[in-house]
């Protein structure tokens, strides 16, 4: 059965190697990106793919909340349904830290706007879709004050692991809270060192084939080997779910964080 998929950050790196594999088995994928001349190009390319299902391309800067909400609605009003949200788009370093909103950019990139997205869009997934939230095995104990903040601190790497054990932990707490009434919700580090942009920035290692990322991913997505999935940590290094950090398993520190999450959109003033 075809499935409508959302990929962000489609645009190239596990995003884009996970969108060919979609389009290839005949979904219908939406991709996003924020250059609008790239998604072109992208789109253009996985057309290309033979027996390619249909394809539509959503610009927004996931920097900004308010371009996240709009993205949301932009989805809303052409699609009824929607099976899959793969929450990819992330970054590690970045040109200017302090984003519109007055946040720190890793932060509503990595953890912030794939909340506000993946609420905005609940409508649609019912309580049969599932999101695909990418973690990684760096995580580390999330400073809440740094998260709301409009500079969590010149260490990236500690900024990302925060960021990464964020979007794990609102996932934890999204399919405990919800449970059958709403999408199941699957955190996956999709292999370390993985050949994207965002590797070769931070490292400086040419990184793994994609394709293991985006095997899993797909995996996750569609796979009746995640059906049962929500809530749960996978790890792709192990290949096998285990636990996230502890902190994850945590069910009032959770509540904690996305009650911050919570409280962070609700100051931007979104309408």
Known sequence: MKKIILVTGATDGIGLATA???????????????????????????????GAGDIQSY????????ETAALADAISAQ????????????VYK????????NLDVRFVVNAIAPYLLTQRLMPLLGNTGRVVNLSS????SVNLAALAS?????????????????????????????????????????????????????YGMAGADLNIGADILCRAALSD???????????????????????????????????EIESIIAQVNLG
């Open 20 to 50: 060919k594999m979609l389009v290839a088995e005949g979904h219908h994928v939406l991709i996003h990106g924020r250059n609008a001349q790239k998604l072109s190009q992208v789109e253009a390319e996985l057309n290309a793919i033979p």
């Open 150 to 202: 409009a500079n969590a601190g010149p260490a990236d790497g500690a900024v990302y692991a925060q960021s990464k054990l964020a979007i794990t932990m609102w996932s934890v707490h999204l399919a405990t809270t919800l449970q059958h009434s709403g999408p199941a919700f699957i955190a996956v580090n999709p292999a370390s060192f993985l050949g994207s942009k965002l590797v070769k920035e931070a």
């Open 94 to 101: 970045v040109g200017q830290i302090t984003s519109v909103d």
């Open 137 to 140: 095995a760096a995580q580390a």
């Open 79 to 90: 699609h009824n349904t929607l099976d899959v949200i793969i929450n990819n788009a992330g």
């Open 59 to 66: 610009r927004a800067d996931l920097s900004s909340l308010h």
């Open 225 to 259: 080997e995640f059906a049962h999935a929500s809530g749960r940590y996978f790890d792709n290094d192990q290949r096998q779910f285990t636990a996230p950090h502890a902190d994850a398993l945590n069910p009032f520190k959770n509540q904690q964080l996305v009650a």
